[in-house]
């Protein structure tokens, strides 16, 4: 509708200004459609937290990308830190959502997670009842824990599965995240419950990332706990299996305040879960992590590969 500048007398001033008011009325219960691309307007801002991880930024910016291309305002605070960083601020209102992962998400509500995805996800949403928080779908990608030692380590102690530690761990270092010691899926109670290990040390290094990785080549620890999805797994590297069941299924979920989690800010969220399986979630973290390329070039390539955004 074009503007143009005239002048009216008194009576025929309010006769327009009256239909002026209808037409006005006319368009806002027909569309609520910004003035670019069919986005709306009156969308609210919301800022989009994430771990400190390569996994959880990829998640966090898939979130957040997709909603800013349907007209969300979003910021970002990035690499914040582990669960129990992150979800004090989102509980306090300082963000307003982010990408978790349901089993150690539920496990650090003091809940019992499976192996069983559906499950896992449906006790984060009873353990978050009356929390003013809303957990939205989980994707089909996991990331889990793992414990990982040297070919060398592996051949010279008959290691193949975790249990295998427990005979020799007072004589072995063992390295991960700084929170692993009260993580009950990594060494806290429930592991030692499992899996009875006790090692000579165990250093605080970083969330899977390149100093455990590091640490693992030197010889400076035996034993390093590594994501399966978002770590780099070097060929010398020997996974441990997890003979006991201790790792349950982690599928990325996201998190967000109820105020926030209105029906078109699920399903946008739902869309991106849908599309987000292990390859397309290895693919991207190790892109990151490895090939230290930015989190938000590698989502934003693979949200329009996917139509998820406009190309």
């Known amino acids: 509708m074009t503007k143009a500048r005239m002048r009216f007398s008194g009576r025929a001033l309010g006769a327009i200004v009256v239909g002026f008011a209808l037409v006005l009325a006319a368009c806002s219960s027909g569309s609520s459609s910004g003035s670019s691309g069919g986005k709306t307007t009156d969308l609210p801002a919301l800022i989009v937290g994430a771990k400190d991880f390569a996994g959880a930024q ?45 089993g150690t998400f539920l496990t ?5 997670p ?3 995805g559906t499950q896992v996800f449906s006790a984060v949403q009873h353990q978050l009842a009356g929390k003013g928080i809303v957990a939205v779908d989980s994707s089909t990608a996991q990331d889990v824990n793992a414990f990982y030692v040297l070919k060398k380590t592996a051949n010279k102690y ?21 929170e692993c010691l009260d993580r009950p899926l990594c060494l806290g109670d429930k592991e030692q419950q499992l899996y009875g290990l006790n090692f000579k040390e165990v250093k605080k290094l970083d969330p899977g990332g390149p100093i455990t990785n590091q640490a693992l080549d030197d010889g400076t620890i035996d034993v390093g706990l590594l994501f399966t999805g978002s770590s780099v797994i070097k060929p010398d590297y020997v996974l441990l299996k997890d003979d006991k069941g201790l790792q349950p299924a982690d599928n990325p979920i996201a998190l967000v305040r109820k ?9 946008i969220l739902t869309t991106v879960n849908t599309k987000l399986d292990s390859k397309a979630y290895n ?29």
């Open 58 to 102: 990829i998640i966090s910016q898939a979130y957040g990308q997709t909603l800013a291309d349907r007209g969300y305002k979003i910021t970002y605070k990035d690499n914040i830190g582990p669960s129990e960083t992150v979800y004090p601020l989102l509980k306090s209102g300082d963000i307003d959502l982010y990408g978790e992962f349901s």
């Open 283 to 311: 693919k991207m973290a190790l892109k990151v992590f490895n090939d230290k390329e930015d989190p938000s070039t590698v989502v934003t390539q693979w949200l329009k590969s996917e139509g998820l955004i406009k190309k």
């Open 158 to 178: 008959h290691l193949k599965n975790v249990s295998d530690l427990r005979a020799v761990a007072p004589q072995l270092a063992f390295g991960g995240p700084a």
């Open 108 to 112: 650090f509500l003091g809940g019992q």
């Open 114 to 116: 499976t192996s069983d």
């Open 259 to 267: 105020d926030k989690a209105t029906p078109k800010v699920k399903q």
